[in-house]
C-alpha cells in the first residue's frame, strides 16, 4: 500500500484552508449539487426516465462547458482530414469573451491550434508552468451504426453523445472550464498556466503537437502538464479508482509481405503467397511475447489488487512472483485485455491485402501488424522474435516509419502528482489514485521528450461500456459524470496553480 502513502502526504504539504476556501470562491455550481456522490450509477436502460436534472442542480460553469462541447461536437473534425480550424476559432471565441487573447496557431491550410496564458509574473518561468493540453481532432464515425448524428452535438437521456464526446473534446470543455475558472477567480497564481488545444492527434500527422513543439514550444513550454490518457474507472457504478498515466506504450507498424510465383487457378502449388500469409498471420496471432513489468505497472497491480475480489487479487498478487508467476499472469491477462497488454509487448494483424482476381493466385500478399510496445522495448528485438516463431523464406517482414515516440515515464515524485492524486482521491468518494501505464499513445509522449512531467486523466468517471464506446459506436458522455469531471479538473488546477 506504497501509493497510499505517498499520495496522501501530498495533503500536509500544502494548506488546506486556503484550498477549500479557493475551490469555494471558483462557484463551481456541481461541486455540492450533483447528486449523491456525484458518480453515475450504471446508465439507464433506454427505456427508464431520462436523466432529468433539477433546476440548480447543474449550474454556473459546469452548464457553460456543457455548452462549449455541444457546440464543439458539431463541428466535424473527423481525422482524416482533420480540419480543426473552424473548431481552434470557437475556442479562440470563448476565450476572448473572458477577455483573453489566445493565439491560433496555423499548422496547414485549414489546420490549427489555440494556445492562451494567465501569467503568474511578468517573466515567465516556463519549468514551472502549467500546460492544460487537449486535441480538437477526432476519429471519423460511421454514421450507420449510430443511434444519433454524431456531429450534432445531441443531448438525450442525461448523456451528451457524439464523436468526440470522451476523446477529446470532452477534455477539452473541462480544460477550458479550468482555465476560465482561474481566470475569473483573479486568484493570484503561483505559476503560468497555459491553455493548448491542438490538432492532428489521431494520426501525427502534419498538424501534430511534435510539429507543433519544433514550430511554436516558446509559447507552450511548460514543466508539467495535464493531458488525456488516464481514466476515472467506474465499476458497479462506483468509482473503483483514477489511473493517472504517467507513462505509454509506443505504437509501431509492421508491413508482412508473402512472396510467391504467380498463376492459374486452376492448378495451385503450396507456395501461394495468399497461404503463406495467412499461415505467418496465423501463427503471429497465436503468439504472446513475455510478461515484463515496467515500474509503474508493478505499483498499479499492487494498488489494484486490494480492490478487486479475493481471488483476482490474490493472483495480482503473485504476478512477479517466482513460483505463481507464471500462472498469474495467465489468469490476469485473460481477464482484461487491459491487463494483458500493459504487461508485454502486442501484435495486432489490422489489415490483409492479397489478389485482384478470382481465378489468379497473386505473386504477393501483404498484411499490417501493429505492435505495441512497452516503454524501453525495442522494435529489432519483436523483428527477431517474429522471424523465428514465422521461420517461413517466402516472409518478409518491414518496419514502416512512425511518428510514435518512445519517451520516459513522467516521475510518480512530484507535487503535480501527488495533487492530482490527492484532490482526485478526495472527490471521488476515497477512491485510490494508481499510476497508470497507457496502452494507447497520447501527445504526452512529446511533451515528456521536451522534460515537461505530463500526467493522463480524463476527469469523467466512465465504466466499461462507456469507454468502449471510444473511437465506436455511439461515443457519449453521462452530464453528472461530466458535470463532476469539470469540478475535479477544476479543483485540481486552482490547488496546483493557486499561490497560497
Ligand atoms: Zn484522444
New binding site residues.
Given amino acids: 500500500m506504497i501509493w497510499r502513502a505517498r499520495a496522501w502526504q501530498g495533503i500536509c504539504a500544502v494548506p488546506m484552508v486556503a484550498i477549500v476556501l479557493l475551490a469555494a470562491e471558483l462557484s463551481l455550481a456541481a461541486q455540492s449539487r450533483v447528486n449523491g456522490p456525484g458518480i453515475p450509477a450504471t446508465p439507464p436502460p433506454a427505456a427508464a426516465a431520462p436523466f432529468a436534472p433539477r433546476p440548480g442542480d447543474i449550474g454556473g460553469l459546469a452548464l457553460e462547458a456543457q455548452t462549449w462541447l455541444t457546440e464543439l461536437l458539431k463541428i466535424n473534425t473527423s481525422n482524416p482530414p482533420g480540419g480543426e480550424e473552424p473548431a481552434a476559432k470557437y475556442v479562440a471565441g470563448v476565450l476572448q469573451k473572458e477577455g483573453l487573447n489566445p493565439e491560433i496557431l496555423e499548422m496547414a491550410p485549414g489546420r490549427s491550434a489555440v494556445v492562451a496564458r494567465l501569467r503568474s509574473a511578468a517573466m515567465a518561468e516556463p519549468s514551472k508552468a502549467l500546460l492544460l493540453v487537449a486535441?480538437l481532432d477526432v476519429v471519423p464515425a460511421d454514421k450507420t451504426h449510430w443511434s444519433v448524428e454524431p456531429f450534432g452535438g445531441v443531448v438525450k437521456d442525461g448523456y451528451i453523445y457524439g464523436r468526440g464526446a470522451i476523446?477529446?473534446k470532452g477534455m477539452l470543455a473541462a480544460n477550458l472550464a479550468a482555465f476560465i475558472a482561474l481566470r475569473r477567480s483573479a486568484v493570484r497564481l503561483n505559476r503560468d498556466v497555459i491553455f493548448l488545444a491542438t490538432a492532428d492527434?489521431?494520426t501525427s500527422g502534419e498538424a501534430s503537437i511534435a510539429n507543433l513543439a519544433n514550430k511554436y514550444w516558446d509559447k507552450f513550454a511548460a514543466g508539467f502538464a495535464i493531458n488525456?490518457g488516464g481514466n476515472v474507472f467506474v465499476v458497479n457504478g462506483k468509482v473503483q479508482y483514477i489511473g493517472l498515466q504517467a507513462s505509454e506504450k509506443v505504437s509501431m507498424n509492421i508491413s508482412v509481405t508473402a512472396r510467391g510465383p504467380s498463376g492459374h487457378a486452376s492448378q495451385p502449388t503450396k507456395d501461394n503467397a495468399v497461404v503463406h500469409l495467412a499461415t505467418a498471420v496465423g501463427k503471429i496471432g497465436a503468439y504472446t511475447a513475455p510478461v515484463r513489468f515496467t515500474t509503474i505497472v508493478r505499483r498499479y497491480f499492487e494498488g489494484l489488487a486490494p480492490l478487486e475480489d479475493d481471488e483476482v487479487g490474490k493472483w495480482m498478487r503473485s504476478l512477479d512472483t517466482p513460483d505463481r508467476g507464471e500462472h498469474a499472469q495467465h489468469v490476469i491477462s485473460d481477464d482484461s485485455p487491459l491487463w494483458n497488454a500493459m504487461m508485454r509487448d502486442t501484435i495486432a494483424p489490422t489489415i490483409l491485402n492479397a489478389g485482384t482476381a478470382r481465378n489468379v493466385i497473386p505473386g504477393e500478399a501483404h498484411a499490417n501488424l501493429n505492435v505495441r510496445l512497452l516503454p524501453g522495448d525495442t522494435i529489432n528485438t519483436v523483428l527477431l522474435d517474429l522471424t523465428k516463431l514465422v521461420n517461413d523464406p517466402a516472409i518478409h517482414f518491414d518496419v514502416l516509419p512512425t511518428t510514435s515516440l518512445a519517451a520516459p515515464d513522467s516521475s510518480l515524485e512530484t507535487e503535480l502528482y501527488a495533487t492530482i492524486a490527492h484532490v482526485a482521491t478526495r472527490e471521488f468518494g476515497g477512491a485510490p489514485t494508481l499510476p497508470f501505464q497507457s496502452t494507447w499513445a497520447?501527445d504526452s509522449s512529446t511533451l515528456r521528450l521536451r522534460n515537461v512531467q505530463a500526467y493522463g486523466l480524463v476527469p469523467f468517471p466512465l465504466n466499461d461500456e462507456d469507454l468502449k464506446r471510444m473511437h465506436g459506436d455511439d461515443e457519449r458522455v453521462s452530464i453528472a459524470s461530466f458535470t463532476k469531471g469539470v469540478d475535479v479538473l477544476a479543483k485540481i488546477v486552482a490547488e496546483f496553480a493557486a499561490a497560497h
Fill in positions: 486535441h476523446d477529446d492527434e489521431e488525456e497520447t
